[in-house]
């Protein structure tokens, strides 16, 4: 597919320095849209499908370092998170983070502002176009918010702080922070719309393009954080309906047993993963790596689960024990998808906080079973609507893993006495701590972001 770049916008998408704007004139050498077929190189960019985020897993309870790697790591973003340090950023360091998912939205808001006027294609191609600029704003959007914002709170959702709502191609917009009920809002929107637009095929014709069950995934995620569980669960119930292939784990096998890192049959990459509903590819694959499995996790999990079986190994790349107190990360390749589990797990869950505990329960037995040996496989159970959301808090744990979820799932857990829990580090000798709202739970905006637009109030650090 070929990629179009737009570097009109100099470093950064909102800086609002002395750039002209995007339409004002024609730069020599840069790509300016005219036709339907040109805002459709637009969408068919891999970058788009980038979820362009994943810091945010080393400063969760997925992830455990040795101090012989995290003193390798305390110079770079990865360490710092780690430690839950105040400072994730340098004065001059950039957060590509931040940057390519304003540089995404930029893009979709250029194809939404202008699309209308090109020339050719049919009003379907222009309406499906539509459809997924939307859906990938939202998806930016909500999970900029869930970074950068707090957690939904219906309560104080329209003060809290979010980030820069922008929804033109305009260099010289206003950028001050919205709020979390505004950006929330917005996404919801921009969800409906793409819903409502006949020309959205019901599944996209490759990862890059999504369909209406895109939209659907996304807005049962969205509805899920929101704490709206019926809507949660109306969504994730029509998108299942669209698409809800699971994969069966028994079909994986290693390439060399032996050296569990040179690889696994059978397993898909992201891109044709066919649980996906809406496919994210991860940019920071290089940067997720060289971790042991957290304690806590592992607990959870258990070794005889093929999601640990497969992720995970006591061995070297050698085929030697490994000397680290838990086992080591080899899976490579996280997956920021929104796919089949997510949403049976959402259905599961908005089942249980409705009292139905026998069909929540039958949602988790129907996933796990994939997800085990026949002869190391049981049935869970559970005798309370409690008993049962616990399960699958547990569940979630363990499918969504390195799915870009878990730090949000924090937030929004830390609100229940019944799975708030504080976070702690040790490295030498010094053990460091991150209770329940802590403001670290909102992630550092980058010195160089605010010096750029002072109109941005830097989060509490």
Same mark, same amino acid.
């Given at each position: 597919m070929k990629k179009i770049f737009i570097y009109s916008f100099c470093v950064l998408m909102f800086a609002g320095s002395g750039c002209k704007k995007f339409m004002d004139v024609t730069p020599k050498g840069l790509f300016l849209p005219k036709t339907v077929a040109d805002y459709e190189l637009f969408m068919n960019d891999v970058l788009i499908a980038d979820a362009a985020y994943g810091y945010e897993e080393f400063m969760t309870d997925d992830i455990a370092y040795t101090d012989d790697i995290l003193v390798s790591q305390l110079n770079y973003r990865n360490g710092r998170s780690y430690l839950w340090q105040a400072d994730l950023f340098k004065v001059t360091e950039d957060d590509g983070e931040w940057n390519n998912m304003y540089r995404n939205i930029y893009n979709c808001n250029l194809v939404l502002k202008n699309i209308g006027d090109a020339t050719g294609g049919t009003p379907a191609d222009k309406e499906r176009i539509i459809a997924e600029a939307k859906i990938h704003r939202a998806y930016y959007y909500f999970h900029l918010a869930n970074l950068f914002g707090n957690d939904y709170q219906e309560a104080t959702a329209a003060k809290d702080l979010a980030v820069p709502l922008l929804l033109v191609p305009d260099l010289e917009a206003k950028t001050s922070r919205a709020t979390v009920k505004e950006v929330y809002e917005q996404v919801l929107k921009d969800l409906s719309d793409a819903i409502a637009l006949n020309g959205l095929p019901d599944m996209g014709s490759n990862y890059v393009h999504p369909g209406k069950a895109a939209a659907l995934a996304l807005q049962a995620r969205v509805y899920l954080y929101m704490g709206d569980y019926s809507k949660a669960m109306k969504a994730a119930t029509d998108a299942l309906v669209l698409h809800n292939t699971l994969l069966d784990y028994n079909t994986f096998s290693f390439?060399?047993?032996?050296? +569990?890192?040179?690889?696994? &049959?059978?397993?898909?990459?992201?891109?044709?993963? #066919? =649980?996906?509903?809406?496919? /994210?590819?991860?940019?920071?694959?290089?940067?997720?790596?060289?971790?042991?499995?957290?304690?806590?996790?592992?607990?959870?999990?258990?070794?005889?689960?093929?999601?640990?079986?497969?992720?995970?190994?006591?061995?070297?790349?050698?085929?030697?024990?490994?000397?680290?107190?838990? +086992?080591?990360?080899?899976? &490579?390749?996280?997956?920021?998808?929104?796919?089949? #589990? =997510?949403?049976?797990?959402? /259905?599961?869950?908005?089942?249980a906080r409705d009292q139905e505990t026998g069909e929540a329960v039958k949602i988790l037995n129907e996933l796990r079973k994939k997800r085990f040996k026949p002869g190391d496989y049981s049935d869970v159970s559970a005798a309370t609507a409690d008993e049962a959301l616990g399960l699958v808090i547990e569940e979630r744990r363990r499918e969504l893993m390195y799915h870009g979820l878990r730090w949000f799932d924090l937030k929004r857990l830390n609100r229940d006495e019944r799975f708030k829990k504080t976070l702690t580090r040790e490295y030498d000798g010094t053990v460091y701590t991150l209770a329940p709202q802590d403001p670290k739970y909102l992630l550092q905006i980058a010195p160089k972001i605010v010096q750029i637009n002072p109109a941005i109030i830097p989060n509490p650090r």
């Open positions: 390439v060399n047993p032996a050296r +569990p890192y040179s690889g696994v &049959n059978g397993r898909p990459t992201v891109d044709k993963n #066919p =649980e996906n509903i809406y496919t /994210k590819t991860n940019s920071n694959n290089g940067v997720i790596t060289r971790f042991m499995v957290h304690p806590d996790l592992l607990q959870i999990l258990g070794e005889t689960d093929l999601r640990y079986v497969y992720t995970f190994t006591r061995l070297t790349r050698t085929g030697a024990v490994s000397t680290n107190p838990y +086992p080591d990360y080899f899976a &490579n390749t996280v997956n920021y998808s929104i796919g089949v #589990p =997510e949403m049976m797990l959402i /259905k599961a869950e908005c089942l």
